[in-house]
């Protein structure tokens, strides 16, 4: 049996870099940017705070941008005291301690009620995105508002690309990022609402594996594997609402968020 | 309106690290690993190619392997010479060209049958993760083979765990990871099945946001998008079936796999 000795040589020493010759991915926090507002140029204020803080961008940087600054930046905020419940979200909100007026935002948000018990709502948003809420949401806003998600993500992260393009002249790749919850686990991560300058699934159907076998069914969701890595640094309440991966140039190329959106004809859970 | 005018300071000179003083991981695959077979250390076979390539080990390094090695160490493999199909498993394969010894392996490694439609097969395992073929998986094996999940994937985190900090002699975390599916999105992602020395959820309920506002509904599956990110590096073919992130220090703790795992009476979708 092999792995019965001990590895001997142990760490020394205090915390070093990893090697550099491995494959290796590294991801930051952008400190910097002021709070979002209506209006805001997004991309250039992305950049700006490039250019004080990290300073240099490598082609390939891929940016992961929360969606909750998008939809500050563009507008799809909604303030509550301007919206009339329906009967239906009245009686859905009083039954479960809602705003009703945030239970109408949902209702308007929604193509499709998935699920609807237990005071969780979960919607199809007219995006084709699952998720608890169609996306209204009312954290990182001031009181009596909430958020929606972009209406065009994939525009969002275009636009976000070509200020970033404008701004170092070096080709570079962006995510719009939220926070889903999933059936049968616990918790919610990072997934890729927009996406621009990326191949947002990366499909080893047809490689071989190392006993020349064809892998069969394997299409990584990349660039949701991604907006999960940024989420590690950027953290809920730390304000550094956007990060950067450096090295995963090898998955920059054309693509849209769109793709990670299965069709409900596909789908085994609508 | 701000952000109007374009970032002049560009971007210099080729590739730089990021700065080291912001929110950062660093994620690297490791090399050097042989091709492991039922009985192998898998612990220290790690440990040895750590000493071999990467050297240091910091405290708080989140070690990330992937659930082949491990069932392939743990001898949970399965020869399909010596599995006899049932009539139910030969009726699902002759219907939709499978092998009917690969779905008897499934429909026993199963508790309860989630979805069985369109020739696809999404089961709740004894462990209670519900995944496609219940986990059962002919990539990366030789033919005539398949691999099971771990009985007990945190208790396989945990010895990998013990195996490195008795190296090492410092204390890192452990994840064994594999790849899943996820209803209403394409593709798959990486996720945490089993976990030792680290947080899988961080829960940031009750914290305010920048505007003093409680947070009430966020809890990260860490454990997770530490899985995602890994699996960036780990790549499918690519023959590195460990990484290691460093950086996330601050979500060493007591915790397991387990915990990801929603209990089928707080699920909307089984």
Redesign the interface.
């Known amino acids: 049996?092999?792995?019965?000795?001990?590895?001997t040589?142990?760490?020394?020493?205090g915390?070093?870099?990893?090697?550099k010759t491995?494959?290796?991915?590294?991801?930051?926090?952008?400190?910097g940017l002021?709070?979002i507002v209506r209006?805001?140029?997004?991309?250039?204020?992305i950049?700006?705070a490039?250019?004080k803080?990290?300073?240099?961008?490598?082609i390939g940087d891929i940016f992961i941008v929360a969606q909750k600054i998008v939809s500050k930046a563009e507008g799809a905020v909604v303030k509550l005291d301007e919206v009339t419940p329906s009967p239906a979200a009245e009686e859905w909100a009083a039954a479960h301690q809602k705003d009703p007026r945030v239970v109408e935002v949902i209702f308007r948000e929604s193509r499709r009620i998935v699920?609807m018990?237990?005071g969780?709502i979960?919607a199809e948003t007219r995006h084709g995105?699952?998720c608890?809420n169609a996306g209204v949401d009312?954290?990182?806003?001031?009181?009596g508002f909430v958020t929606l998600l972009p209406p065009d993500p994939d525009a969002s992260a275009e636009r976000l690309r070509d200020a970033l393009i404008?701004?170092?002249?070096?080709s570079v790749a962006t995510i719009v990022s939220d926070?889903f919850g999933?059936?049968?686990?616990?918790?919610?991560?990072?997934?890729a609402l927009g996406v621009a300058g990326l191949r947002?699934?990366v499909d080893?159907r047809g490689?071989?594996?190392?006993?020349g076998?064809r892998?069969?069914?394997?299409?990584?969701?990349?660039a949701?594997?991604?907006a999960?890595?940024a989420?590690?640094?950027m953290?809920?309440?730390?304000?550094?609402p956007v990060a950067?991966v450096?090295g995963?140039v090898e998955w920059v190329g054309e693509g849209t968020g769109r793709?990670?959106?299965?069709d409900a004809s596909r789908?085994?859970?609508?």
Request: aromatic share 6%; with cysteine; glycine share 8%.
């Open positions: 049996m092999r792995g019965e000795v001990s590895a040589a142990r760490a020394g020493g915390p070093a870099p990893l090697q491995m494959a290796e991915i590294n991801v930051v926090a952008l400190p002021p709070e209006g805001d140029e997004l991309g250039v204020l950049a700006n490039v250019t803080t990290i300073r240099t961008v490598n699920r018990e237990r969780i979960i995105f699952v608890a009312a954290s990182n806003v001031p009181a404008g701004a170092f002249g070096r926070s999933r059936p049968w686990r616990e918790g919610v991560v990072n997934v947002p699934l080893y490689c071989l594996d190392p006993f076998r892998l069969e069914s394997t299409v990584m969701a990349i949701d594997e991604l999960s890595a989420e590690l640094v953290r809920k309440t730390a304000g550094t950067i450096r995963a793709m990670l959106v299965r789908d085994l859970f609508r």
